[in-house]
């Protein structure tokens, strides 16, 4: 258990507000950028009809945020611990704005592409710097208080961000003219404005004058427990292929199966299977580990089956309760999955351990996702969402089997 001894206070000088400030400048900065990675999925479908591609290529620029993701999970991710967490978050914050402005100047498939991995690479840029710099500076505010603050506040933002964007978004386009300027206008505006923000936060880090060798993020599985390790990678790129689903296609889904056009709509349902995820690991975290697993099996097998029968019967509160369920499940099995890489892993290997489970999960972000839309080619929406479902059943229940059973062994 993480103590307040074990935190790093580090107090250096504020170039323009408190660290107790700083801290909801953060936070309020961290909750726009992650909102902005999701408000195109309900504008997809506006893309498709002005340029007349079909659904498949929708899966292919969702994907390209993952391949972001992850190369900058690889390559920068980790460097705030020597450069510094603010001038980190100004440059994953300054490439939501360019992004921004390529989906306003380029709203084509390629220039959808290319802002969707830049975003990416800026969200891989600031995940974990963003949960640290939060960490540090409430150590700072409120010295003997402990991380669990902190804590919960960086996992509430990251997954409610990311369920809010949808939900924003499908507003902004169902009310207002510009479904493709307008959500990123907004955007762009609370972006700079989270710029100028963070430029006042105080650092946390203290640089130092001769900086390490640089080096790409390794990956790392423990040798020790390594059946367990695999069984919660596959869990967790299981689960996240879930997430895929809905904040690439659900939208599109609900249009073309079952004939529910508005946006709102669509960026609703998305909203709610993120915000069950997150609320899910609040209201049911201090379970033990055995009824966290068996609670999240029985809600992804039984969302994924309500998910089917909603697609088969087109009935929108069927599709809309399975996703919540399937999503508040997901949550849970992320959680033990990130637990058991934790638990496995050697202090000094914990954050290469870490990245393994990050990189499965993203992978599940996209992987499956690419896959449907290649069988969209060759067979019907209704037909392939059904074989997803039942698959993504499987994969779950079979990778999360061992570690029930290490659960009820403890």
């Given at each position: 258990m993480t103590t307040t001894a074990d935190i790093p206070v580090i107090r250096l000088r504020t170039p323009g507000v408190s660290h107790r400030t700083g801290f909801w400048v953060v936070a309020l900065g961290f909750l726009a950028t992650m909102a902005f990675t999701t408000i195109p999925t309900p504008i997809y479908a506006f893309y498709a009809r002005a340029d007349g591609f079909p659904t498949w290529v929708v899966t292919v620029i969702f994907a390209a945020y993952a391949v972001g993701v992850l190369a900058a999970l690889f390559l920068?991710?980790?460097?705030?611990?020597?450069?510094?967490?603010?001038?980190?978050?100004?440059?994953?914050?300054?490439?939501?704005?360019?992004?921004?402005?390529?989906?306003?100047?380029?709203?084509?498939?390629?220039?959808?592409?290319?802002?969707?991995?830049?975003?990416?690479?800026?969200?891989?840029?600031?995940?974990?710097?963003?949960s640290a710099h939060l960490v540090e500076l409430d150590a700072a505010a409120r010295p003997g208080a402990?991380?669990?603050?902190?804590?919960?506040?960086?996992?509430?933002?990251?997954t409610g961000g990311l369920a809010l964007g949808p939900l924003i978004s499908g507003a902004l386009v169902t009310w207002l003219p510009g479904p493709t300027v307008t959500p990123y206008l907004l955007f762009a505006g609370l972006l700079a404005l989270a710029v100028l923000g963070i430029a006042l936060v105080p650092e946390t880090v203290v640089r130092q004058r001769e900086r390490p060798a640089y080096r790409p993020q390794r990956v790392a599985v423990p040798p020790e427990g390594r059946r367990d390790y695999t069984a919660a990678a596959i869990a967790g790129f299981a689960g996240f292929s879930v997430f895929g689903l809905f904040t690439s296609l659900a939208p599109v889904v609900m249009t073309q199966v079952m004939h529910e056009p508005a946006p709102l709509a669509g960026g609703a349902v998305t909203f709610a299977v993120l915000a069950a995820s997150a609320l899910a690991q609040l209201v049911f975290g201090r379970l033990c580990a055995l009824r966290q697993l068996v609670l999240a099996l029985v809600l992804v097998v039984a969302g994924l089956a309500a998910l089917a029968v909603g697609v088969l019967t087109a009935t929108l509160a069927v599709f809309a309760v399975g996703g919540v369920a399937a999503g508040a499940g997901v949550g849970l099995v992320f959680r033990a999955s990130m637990m058991t890489a934790g638990r496995l892993a050697a202090p000094e290997r914990r954050g290469e351990a870490l990245a393994g489970m990050f990189l499965a999960s993203y992978l599940g972000l996209a992987v499956p996702v690419l896959a449907i839309g290649a069988a969209l080619v060759f067979a019907p929406m209704t037909a392939v969402l059904v074989v997803f479902a039942a698959a993504v059943a499987v994969l779950v229940v079979v990778a999360a089997l061992p570690l029930v059973r290490r659960a009820a062994q403890a």
């Open positions: 920068v991710g980790h460097i705030s611990d020597w450069v510094g967490r603010r001038r980190m978050l100004l440059l994953g914050v300054a490439l939501q704005l360019v992004a921004a402005g390529l989906f306003l100047v380029f709203p084509h498939v390629a220039g959808l592409i290319i802002a969707r991995v830049v975003s990416g690479f800026g969200i891989g840029a600031i995940t974990a710097t963003a402990g991380p669990v603050r902190a804590t919960t506040v960086a996992t509430v933002l990251n």
